[in-house]
């Protein structure tokens, strides 16, 4: 009984997709073997939608010991490259997961893909058409009435093979003709209303020149190339649901009865808060310099996403907090910020950085003095170390640590009040020099030679703690301050005259100059770190050794941790107990 329990459990657990793929190995289905694909189309780079797609894919090949091909789309020439090839190669790689043999493409079955359609034209379930695109959507008619038969959709066959063969070559002009599959003009779904197979494009292809002059439709290449991969269950997001039927009617037309047939399957997309999707959209920033390209970090694709100082390991976190779900609904952004807080914490190293620097002189310190103090790398992680740095007279704090007229609650550094720096000595301001419009512009310390380390010498509690850098030995640097692109929740939320472009952020970064240890002169590009009260940063690709470049990933303050902890902010239906840990403050 027991034991049955615990399968009723795990049976629950499972999200709808592996409760279907489970069933058909229990049913020994394709022979209980699994063959699943990730099929982009090479027409941009990869974003955070892709990534959950990535992981679904991929993770339900490694947990049922399938298979997961990389099959690119490339059936729209006129958009696509190898530069999204190549890029797309990467991302994957980055991630993780490794797909099965070598990259796949469409265009390794243009032929027998045409030979398909050849195979309807013969059996009278295809045939050339020669109405415009205009008049091919008059004829449709419209959801609640049936479509009018084109004139040319009895066509003899071995007319419709002649012309589609003079389409093949080249002899017909764009436009003028295409190939349809004869279904059902009155057909409540309309996408069953004799859709197109085939149309004419003369442009270049990445991999096949001009050796084609016409190119499938998503809907007739996406099946077919199932089929012949021996796909067992083809995933897709829920806008595929309706061309579901039309899928299985290809499939219908040529599938072997003997040989695997894929089965379609949907998913509700990532759609996520204060950010855009849609690879047309944020090509549109690329190309009219919104952004400073693809790989900008304020940009949801997986190579901005890098470039920021997100891990591959926050990523898969996050797709699996998040889960599958049947139905669309928009994720909080914060939930994708806690998971890369969480993983940073654990594994990014501590520096202080000052980045409005505050001069404070140490009056009772030595002169031209510099001792090496001992700080923790990480004190999450005791096999990270430590190491040393540099302090003497003069260091630098942020200016918001100090308030000249100070409420009882302020526990920084005012005239008068001790503090704690961070892994040095007990400070006490004694003065604040200002400059001749009354600003302070520098302070006047003591320091307590008994409190080394930080720690009090004779049990006094000191509440403030107060980050720093040494003025005479540190390293000057560029930040990036990135924050969210858009302004509000739903960047393409329709207001009259106005377009998402009008709702970007023009605060969504800021460079400044800044102080740090110098240690970090020795950073490795897109290695992490953890500045101090301040937030989690990585080294940019374009910083070198004499040109030091930060880039923030993310503040300290998690709004989302918060938020579940009072109950919000949690999706239905989703996985969400790593969200409800609180997140560990240092």
């Known amino acids: ?105 469409t265009s390794n079955y243009f032929e027998q893909l045409y030979q398909f359609a050849i195979q309807m034209i013969n059996s009278k379930k295809a045939y050339v058409c020669e109405q415009t695109a205009e008049e091919i959507a008059d004829f449709k008619g419209t959801p609640t009435s049936p479509g009018k038969d084109s004139p040319w959709r009895n066509r003899p066959i071995e007319e419709s093979l002649e012309l589609f063969e003079k389409m093949k070559k080249g002899e017909i002009e764009e436009g003028t003709m295409s190939l349809r599959a004869k279904i059902d003009m009155a057909s409540p779904n309309m996408l069953l209303r004799d859709p197109l197979m085939y149309r004419i494009k003369k442009d270049e292809h990445h991999r096949t020149g001009s050796e084609w002059n016409i190119y499938p439709m998503y809907d007739f290449a996406h099946g077919q190339s199932d089929y012949l991969e021996g796909i067992s269950h083809s995933i897709c997001t829920l806008e595929f649901e309706n061309h579901r039927p039309l899928y299985d009617w290809f499939l219908d037309q040529i599938a072997d009865a003997n040989k695997v047939r894929p089965r379609q399957i949907e998913f509700a997309r990532l759609n996520l808060s204060y950010t855009v999707m849609s690879k047309r959209k944020l090509l549109q920033l690329v190309k009219e310099n919104h952004v400073n390209g693809w790989d900008d970090p304020r940009m949801p694709t997986i190579s901005g996403l890098r470039r920021r100082g997100y891990t591959p390991e926050s990523l898969r976190n996050f797709a699996d907090m998040i889960g599958v779900a049947k139905r669309d609904n928009i994720i909080e952004l914060e939930k994708l910020e806690y998971n890369i807080r969480e993983d940073l914490n654990k594994r990014a190293e501590r520096r202080m950085a000052v980045f409005n620097p505050l001069k404070v002189v140490i009056t009772n310190y ?32 942020e200016q918001e640590d100090f308030m000249e007229d100070a409420p ?81 929740e739903d960047p393409l939320k329709e207001e009259e005259g106005k377009t998402f472009l009008d709702n970007i952020n023009p605060e969504s970064l800021k460079t400044i100059d800044a102080f740090v240890e110098p240690s970090l002169k020795n950073s490795k590009i897109g290695e992490h770190f953890q500045f101090e009260r301040i937030g989690y940063f990585c080294s940019d690709l374009d ?36 969200g409800q840990k609180k997140q560990k403050k240092n």
């Open 366 to 397: 030595p002169e031209n003095e510099i001792e090496e103090l001992d700080a923790v790398n990480n004190p999450e992680d005791e096999s990270a170390g430590k190491r040393k740095i540099p302090f003497g007279r003069e260091i630098y704090i």
């Open 408 to 488: 009882k609650k302020f526990f920084r550094l005012t005239v008068g009040k001790e503090v704690r720096l961070r892994y040095a000595y007990f400070i006490t301001c004694t003065e604040a020099i200002k400059d001749e419009n009354g600003n302070v512009v520098e302070l006047r310390a003591t320091y307590d030679p008994e409190s080394k380390g930080g720690k009090s010498p004779d049990g006094r509690k000191v509440k403030g703690t107060l980050h720093w850098v040494s003025a005479q030995k540190n390293e000057k640097v560029k930040v990036n301050l990135y924050d969210r692109l858009f302004k509000s």
């Open 543 to 578: 910083s070198t050794a004499n040109k030091l470049i930060f880039n923030r990933t993310v503040t300290l303050k998690d709004s989302w941790a918060k938020m579940t902890k009072k109950g919000g902010g949690q999706q239905k239906g989703q996985k969400g107990q790593k």
């Open 1 to 105: 009984m027991h034991n049955t329990e615990e399968k009723i459990e795990e049976k629950v657990s499972l999200n709808f997709i592996e409760q279907i793929i489970e069933e058909d190995i229990e049913s020994n289905k394709n022979k209980g073997e699994i063959q699943v694909r990730f099929p982009p189309e090479p027409n941009g780079y990869l974003h955070i939608g892709h990534a959950k797609s990535i992981c679904l894919n991929f993770g339900l090949a490694e947990k049922y010991n399938g298979k997961c091909n990389l099959r690119f789309d490339d059936t729209n020439p006129e958009k696509e490259d190898t530069e999204y090839v190549d890029s797309i190669k990467k991302d994957i790689e980055w991630l993780g997961f490794k797909w099965n043999n070598e990259p796949l493409y």
